[in-house]
């Protein structure tokens, strides 16, 4: 069983900045993918940004390009979200997920393990 546990969510103003943290715990395996996902209130779950284990590999979706920043860190089995530039639409509950699997994927079903989501609320 792997546990996730969020952090950095918060409200902020539009055109600033937050990272989102993720740490991951008694994961059994060292090779997983990870990814970020969202949700808005009325919409569906997104995938924001996902990275594989190498950090060779880097989705992100049109949206987020150039001001969203997925980052890993292997050896403290965390995964970042460095979000800049931040705009009304991008206010949802953004929740870090992990995959079996070393490879990035960008489906929701691919990945296995979800966090409980953290708030980020962004005022115009």
């Known amino acids: 069983q792997v546990q996730l546990v969020e952090s950095g969510g918060g409200l902020v103003q539009a055109g600033d900045s937050l990272r989102l943290s993720c740490a991951a715990s008694?994961?059994?395996?060292?090779?997983?993918?990870m990814g970020w996902f969202r949700q808005a209130p009325g919409k569906e779950r997104e995938l924001v940004a996902a990275l594989d284990w190498s950090c060779d590999s880097r989705y992100y979706r049109d949206s987020v390009k150039v001001r969203f920043t997925i980052s890993r860190d292997n050896a403290k089995n965390s995964v970042y979200l460095q979000m800049n530039s931040l705009k009304p639409e991008d206010t949802a509950v953004y929740s870090c997920?992990?995959?079996?699997?070393?490879?990035?994927?960008?489906?929701?079903?691919?990945?296995?393990?979800w966090g409980q989501g953290t708030q980020v609320t962004v005022s115009s």
């Open positions: 008694g994961c059994t395996t060292s090779n997983y993918g």
């Open positions: 997920a992990v995959r079996r699997g070393p490879e990035l994927r960008v489906g929701a079903y691919e990945y296995s393990y």
